[in-house]
């Protein structure tokens, strides 16, 4: 038999029910949100509102990009480029293959005097850090001192889990590819004494606390480190194993500031990381003053075979960290647009606002 409905029955929620069935509608709750009832606001862009805004944007960016440019060029910096690919160059004579152990050095001048702590950083080019099997490479818990992942490393790090049936440690290609150039700085006092003075270059406090206290752990034990890591070996491209990256117990092993700086990837192929601090040790002097220096390098990390560049730069540091231009000039960019769209919109406005064709303009 069939059943005959009209629109009242749909609007209220379609045909009747048979006796004794359940009720079934579609009818949305009788609520603010599912009837659409809710409060709303939209802003009207007016003349009045818009143009103001503009305003204060481009005088709030302008002098604030302001500040941070010439904050930004009164930091004090300098690079020495050292990958000596140009035959012209000290370091020349350590790109040939026969060559196992190499030293360079490279004088230059500094013009200015560099006032507070001075940071010495490494800068790579071309390096690609930021590669997804790279950057996977590595176990944490290995890091972390478990003794477990110390002797059964992740395969996250093949092909540099194991060498000759030993687990490596610290495994990983991020590991094994670890920057090992050493870089000394000597000031040459003066033509009359050219006795050079060397810069005492200090290699604690150059990682993140968390990564030396928190991430990065050596095996739990009483013994040495060399007992603790009895069982492993070193990664292929080292030229010792882990216990021995220093003398010092407290920056060995896991917890090598030199390591862990270098773990901690970059997001770009052209970077730098921090390699050691000068720190100020007398304020009636600069930290290094104006004159002759050179930097001795024991060339080990080789970069011309994927066209990489390798420099040191030297700079101090201001309220906004190092030297970065950019930031500065962003500021000042969009304050100046916001300024000159402001400026144009007010001479739009004052042409037309009395013109008959057009009331009230919006924007």
Not at 261 to 268: F, G, I, K, S, Y
Not at 334 to 363: C, E, M, P, Q, W
Request: with cysteine.
């Amino acid at each position: 038999m069939a059943m005959n409905y009209n629109a009242k029955d749909e609007v209220d929620g379609g045909p009747p029910c048979p006796p004794g069935g359940a009720a079934k509608t579609r009818r949305p709750d009788n609520t603010a949100f599912k009837q659409q009832r809710l409060p709303a606001w939209q802003p009207i862009l007016t003349a009045g509102t818009v143009l103001p805004t503009f305003f204060i944007i481009g005088l709030i960016f302008i002098p604030i990009g302001i500040g941070i440019f010439v904050t930004s060029n009164n930091i004090r910096e300098i690079e020495i480029d050292y990958t000596g690919t140009e035959p012209s160059s000290p370091c020349n004579k350590c790109l040939s293959p026969n060559v196992t152990s190499c030293v360079c050095t490279i004088n230059f001048t500094l013009e200015e005097s560099f006032e507070g702590n001075v940071f010495m950083y490494y800068g790579l080019s071309n390096f690609y850090q930021n590669h997804r099997r790279y950057v996977k490479s590595r176990d944490d818990s290995q890091l972390n001192g478990d003794p477990s992942a110390l002797l059964n490393p992740s395969k996250e790090c093949e092909p540099y889990r194991r060498n000759e049936d030993k687990p490596i440690a610290p495994c990983g290609a991020i590991a094994n590819s670890m920057f090992n150039d050493t870089l000394e700085l000597f000031l040459v006092a003066n033509e009359s004494d050219p006795t050079p003075t060397p810069i005492t270059l200090t290699r604690k406090g150059i990682a993140w606390w968390t990564d030396k206290n928190v991430k990065f752990r050596n095996p739990p034990g009483k013994e040495s480190l060399e007992e603790r890591f009895k069982d492993t070996t070193k990664p292929v491209n080292w030229h010792k194993p882990v216990f021995m990256l220093d003398p010092d117990e407290d920056n060995n092993g896991f917890i090598n500031e030199d390591f862990i700086v270098w773990m901690r990837t970059a997001a770009l192929p052209t970077f730098r990381k921090l390699y050691r601090l000068i720190e100020r040790r007398n304020d009636l002097h600069p930290t290094l003053p104006a004159g002759q220096y050179y930097l001795n390098i024991t060339y080990n990390y080789p970069v011309h075979s994927f066209d990489g560049r390798k420099r040191m730069i030297l700079s101090t540091i201001s309220w906004m960290g190092g030297k970065n231009p950019f930031l500065g000039i962003a500021y000042i960019t969009i304050g100046s647009i916001s300024f000159l769209l402001g400026v144009v919109l007010l001479v739009i406005n004052h042409k037309y606002r009395n013109s008959s064709n057009t009331a009230d303009i919006t924007i």
